[in-house]
């Protein structure tokens, strides 16, 4: 079999180890390139040689085309892996590889561009008979001359974007301008190209997809199907393989439509044909995905095969080794994305050090991750921390197991959304497979409200106890022997622990065997204890709970059940709680408006001197992908301007100052 010698990975994160593992399973040297603030990231640690991208910005690291090519040659890897995002569908970088006399470990130039521009494969699909929704394409003021033709509700697409970007829902005509506005700026500002198209918007979608592979002699394979259903804001979630919403028929009918559709353009590697599929069983092409995506362990567990394996051996110039009879469905398998992001502020973006990064080894789990205890998470890129992949027999024993492994998984440093994968994958429409694309964005209040119920009913007793053992038990062996030791607890038979500002009293009562924790009018039996690090496992009224517990400065952060709480004590010095006392109410004017998160300035909406209300947007900042509207927190005049459009912006810098308004008194007439 023909190999490689050396690769280049032209990526970071995630997607990067798991490139350089696959490189490393199959003999092959692994290179990888990195920014400065990437200096410490796992894929470097990893791979077998490193080399520094100079420069801050995107354009000039992980985007810079000829410097990538030009590192390639120079320590003599002999292809490029793109990874998926950044380069990886872009046609000129593919072809500027080919003509380096390297190999892109990807489709054909032509591949990409078939498929990269949204109208132009939409046409190409419709001309092979494959069903696509009826679309518009055009600039701004092309598309809404076309406005009366519509059939509303429809999506605005960037056409040359993909990853959610660049797309707006428009529900009427009156809504059009201001949808098209949005989606060309996200289109020009993530894709370099302004041009958009419309089509018709199924309001209870699925999102179905079919793994292809192809090679350099013809042989285009399928590997099944998954379902992409749960998303936010068109944004992936969770992903299963195989999809719960397709019989064998309808996936005879999906993966025909995706093979011809490969088959005829001689694709080779590995893409991803992708469908809308209506509450009618009808599906319709969507997009074609030139690249190894995100959610491929779900579709390499249920199948039993290295997807990224493949992509190295296909490149080298090797014919695919299976047959489509050697794949078969085993099992299913379902992934989740964790993300740095505070699911309990509107899904704010969370940069900073990762303090705690416990997950559990678990049989039938994978865990792909770039993170480690002490990484750094930059507001610079994606927000995607770790993708965690189960496999079982069955859709609802995944679903379980994925549950626990959520439960036992606890992170500090940043802000995730674990509780919300938790409790989403709890949920009964989830569960029950009653979803739909738009379902999170549609119900996210009742979501989040079912979250915080399962929050407020953890045992904030078995919170307290934990803390206290995390301090004040130092003895590493489960067993008996912890509760023979001499000390703290004989001269402190009762301490106050307060969790979440709530305060309660706490006796310990000793037994031969195990010790008795007393809070009110509650008793707890503790008989067992492991602790490990950060981990303790607790038996508490001969039931098995699990804590991870972090020391901060002047709190302790205990997390359980995919929670986090806050604990602290009087009986430790650096977690007594000031006394203060109680003052009267005074409204303050908030003159002073502060970025709270890192990122760059996207849109100005105010001017000097002009006056705002409060709710309005003053400005939109770009973090981690995300927008975030900055609004004013009062009637006020905009005194001065701090940053421009296109800053980059750290945390806590102040953006812009306010003053308030004099109310001038009202002249009857």
């Known amino acids: 079999m023909k190999t490689f010698q050396k690769i280049l990975v032209a990526n970071r994160g995630e997607i990067a180890v798991r490139v350089i593992r696959a490189a490393q399973q199959n003999g092959i040297r692994s290179v990888a390139v990195y920014a400065a603030d990437d200096a410490g990231s796992m894929h470097v640690l990893l791979a077998d040689e490193a080399v520094l991208l100079s420069g801050t910005t995107l354009a000039e690291t992980y985007l810079n085309q000829d410097e990538i090519i030009r590192i390639a040659l120079k320590i003599g890897a002999g292809a490029i892996h793109p990874g998926y995002g950044f380069l990886s569908e872009n046609a000129g970088f593919a072809k500027k590889i080919a003509d380096a006399g390297l190999v892109f470990i990807g489709p054909s130039p032509e591949n990409i561009r078939v498929m990269g521009e949204k109208n132009q494969a939409l046409a190409y699909v419709r001309s092979l008979g ?4 009826p679309s518009f394409r055009g600039t701004v003021g092309e598309l809404l001359r076309h406005a009366s033709e519509m059939d509303f509700p429809v999506m605005v697409k960037a056409s040359g974007g993909g990853g959610g970007k660049g797309m707006v829902i428009c529900n009427s005509a009156g809504e059009l301008p201001a949808a098209l506005e949005k989606a060309e700026r996200q289109a020009l500002n993530y894709f370099g190209n302004g041009e958009l198209f419309v089509e018709k918007y199924l309001p209870r979608a699925r999102h179905i997809e079919v793994q292809m592979m192809g090679d350099h002699y013809g042989n285009v394979l ?3 199907e998954r379902e992409c259903t749960v998303q936010r804001r068109f944004q992936k979630i969770m992903e299963e393989a195989p999809s719960p919403s397709v019989n064998k028929e309808l996936r005879s009918q999906l993966t025909s439509a995706a093979l011809e559709i490969a088959r005829s353009m001689n694709y080779r590697n590995a893409g991803t044909i992708e469908f809308l599929l209506d509450e009618d069983g009808h599906f319709y092409f969507l997009e074609m995905n030139t690249r190894i995506q995100v959610e491929h362990p779900v579709t390499e567990m249920i199948t039993n095969t290295d997807l990224v394996s493949l992509q190295l051996q296909v490149a080298a110039g090797n014919e695919l080794s299976l047959k489509q009879e050697d794949i078969r469905i ?5 992934e989740v994305r964790l993300c740095a992001e505070d699911a309990e502020n509107n899904f704010k973006p969370s940069a900073g050090e990762l303090i705690l990064w416990q997950i559990p080894e678990k049989d039938h789990l994978r865990i792909e991750t770039f993170a480690k205890e002490g990484s750094y998470v930059s507001p610079g890129y994606d927000s995607l921390l770790a993708k965690l992949v189960v496999w079982s027999e069955t859709r609802s024993e995944t679903l379980d197991r994925m549950s626990r492994v959520l439960s036992q998984t606890a992170v500090s440093g940043v802000h995730t959304n674990l509780s919300f994968l938790s409790g989403l994958l709890e949920s009964d429409p989830v569960r029950k497979n009653e979803i739909y694309t738009r379902y999170v964005d549609e119900n996210l209040e009742s979501i989040n409200q079912a979250i915080q119920q399962k929050k407020d009913q953890v045992s904030r007793h078995k919170l307290g106890i934990a803390y206290l053992i995390f301090h004040f038990f130092r003895h590493q062996n489960s067993g008996s022997s912890v509760w023979n030791q001499i000390g703290f607890w004989r001269i402190f038979p009762q301490i106050e622990v307060s969790v979440e500002g709530n305060a309660e009293v706490y006796r310990i009562e000793s037994g031969n065997e195990d010790k008795q924790f007393i809070v009110g009018q509650e008793k707890y039996r503790v008989s067992q204890v492991q602790k490990n690090g950060n981990l303790l496992e607790l038996k508490i009224n001969r ?9 901060g400065k002047t709190e302790t952060l205990v997390s359980y059940g995919g929670f986090s709480f806050t604990l602290r004590s009087n009986m430790l010095i650096n977690q007594i709680l000031p ?4 003052g009267g109410s005074e409204k303050i004017f908030q003159n002073l408006i502060c970025a709270d998160l890192f990122g760059k300035v996207l849109k100005l909406n ?3 001197g002009e006056f705002v209300q409060t709710g309005q947007i003053l400005l939109t900042l770009e973090s981690m992908k ?3 509207h900055v609004i004013s927190p009062a009637d006020a005049r905009v005194k001065k301007m701090h940053i421009k459009e296109g800053d980059a912006v750290e945390e806590r810098q102040l953006l ?5 308004m004099s109310r001038q008194p009202t002249v009857a007439g």
């Open 130 to 133: 494959v069903p696509v929704l």
């Open 222 to 224: 399928h590997f099944f």
């Open 330 to 334: 085993s099992g299913s398998a379902a």
């Open 543 to 551: 039931q098995s709970d699990f804590f991870c517990c972090v020391e």
């Open 579 to 582: 006394v203060r006392k109680n």
């Open 606 to 608: 105010i001017k000097v």
């Open 626 to 628: 995300t927008e975030i």
């Open 656 to 660: 812009v100052e306010l003053e308030e």
